[in-house]
Nanobody, 113 residues
């Protein structure tokens, strides 16, 4: 249901922007955001946004990552700057509401030192 794009490989200090397209028939969304899974680790939250647009950013990326959405709410973006090797992982988009919890297929982000 969710389609991510924008992953890739960068050197430390670089930047990437991830995008997630949410189908218009997925509503009402109570919370949407980005999660990541590093090799050998569990999936963790990176940044989320509630239906009012209030963002919650994980401490390790605060000040470096920004989550945003377009007016129609059909696109969710994650702007990542000053990337670090520990940011490497598969990034997943998520949208959830009453009765549903949708995930994207994931997009790889690799940060080299």
């Amino acid at each position: 249901q969710l389609v991510e794009s924008g992953g890739g490989s960068v050197v430390a200090g670089g930047a990437l922007t991830l995008a997630c397209k949410v189908p218009r028939n997925v509503f009402p969304i109570s919370n949407k955001g980005w999660y990541r899974q590093a090799p050998g680790k569990e999936r963790e939250v990176v940044a989320t946004m509630d239906r009012l647009g209030l963002a919650n950013i994980e401490d390790s990326v605060k000040g470096r990552f920004i989550i945003s959405r377009n007016e129609a709410g059909a696109m969710i973006h994650l702007r990542m700057t000053n990337l670090k090797p520990e940011d490497t992982g598969v990034y997943y988009c998520n949208a959830r509401g009453t009765g549903f919890d949708f995930w994207g297929q994931g997009t790889q982000v690799t940060v080299s030192s």
